[in-house]
């Protein structure tokens, strides 16, 4: 029940109403009786929504797109995971004190060892973007061989491979090179809704021994993991890497174990 003791936590973006976190946080807080409210805010004015969720002293953030850099200008602490990726995704406050970080690696790679090991295998990653960063980041962490980051704009992923110091990057037309990867990564917005049908590689490049995994979770069954699935290759649905996020989430703001079927039942 929601009274006067009851916690807010909260996610901000632009666009919001289609995130699935209010719904995940929510039924957590219901199974474990926690006097906790998990909304969703649309929102322009970073600084000043900042501000009032400081003021009411909000217990945890959630941030979005495409405010996952901005935010980073008004919390009071940006710990090293979060400044290496070059975003936050999560927001803890603590007497008033925000200090932010960035779970999207963690739930990335807690989603890829559901599935294979990474320690000492070839990753290519498809995209340059932000969400390339968490998950080379992740790679990184977890000691992949070598990473390989293929892009539409060669030079964004020649930038990136060169910040992190990775073996290099390559155009997306490489697919020589993307077949002889272990685990194939797609971090690009190619084959999501309403450009479904769409797959960010050939098909004939996938095979059974890859790893797929798409973080693209709308559709949930991505055209590239359909293809995945027909060459008889591991697929990582995109939506485990949410979910992992929010329990990493879920977890900060409450410091209670997470109920995970509870939260990864409220994803359907
Ligand atoms: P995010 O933060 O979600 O990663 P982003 O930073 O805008 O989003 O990055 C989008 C990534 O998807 C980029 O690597 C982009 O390639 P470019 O660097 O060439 O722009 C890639 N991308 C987007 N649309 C694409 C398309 N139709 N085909 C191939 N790559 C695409």
Request: with cysteine; net charge neutral; glycine share 8%.
């Amino acid at each position: 029940m929601i009274n006067a003791k009851t916690k807010l936590c909260c996610i901000i973006g632009n666009p919001v109403e289609h995130s699935k976190s209010p719904l995940m946080h929510n039924a957590a807080y219901k199974a474990l009786g926690l006097n906790f409210a998990f909304l969703a805010f649309r929102v322009t004015d970073v600084k000043n929504a900042l501000e009032g969720l400081r003021a009411i002293d909000a217990r945890g953030i959630v941030v979005t797109i495409p405010h996952k850099q901005e935010v980073m200008n008004y919390v009071d602490e940006v710990d090293e995971t979060a400044r290496q990726i070059g975003a936050v995704n999560t927001i803890v406050n603590e007497n008033g004190i925000l200090r932010a970080t960035n779970t999207d690696w963690t739930g990335a790679m807690r989603a890829l060892k559901e599935k294979t090991e990474i320690t000492g295998k070839i990753a290519a990653v498809l995209g340059a973007g932000g969400a390339a960063r968490a998950i080379i980041y992740g790679l990184k962490k977890e000691s992949a061989q070598s990473i390989l980051i293929f892009n539409r704009t060669i030079k964004n992923a020649q930038k990136l491979a060169q910040e992190f110091a990775i073996t290099g990057g390559y155009s997306l037309e490489n697919e020589d090179m993307i077949k002889q990867a272990d685990i194939v990564i797609n971090t690009t917005s190619v084959g999501m809704e309403p450009h479904e049908g769409v797959s960010p590689i050939s098909e004939n490049i996938i095979h059974k021994d890859h790893v797929v995994f798409d973080i693209v979770y709308t559709p949930r069954e991505t055209k590239l993991l359909q293809l995945g699935k027909k060459k008889s290759a591991t697929i990582v649905h995109g939506d485990k890497m949410l979910l992992y996020g929010a329990i990493a989430q879920f977890e900060l703001f409450t410091g209670q174990k997470a109920p995970q079927k509870v939260m990864e039942d409220a994803l359907c």
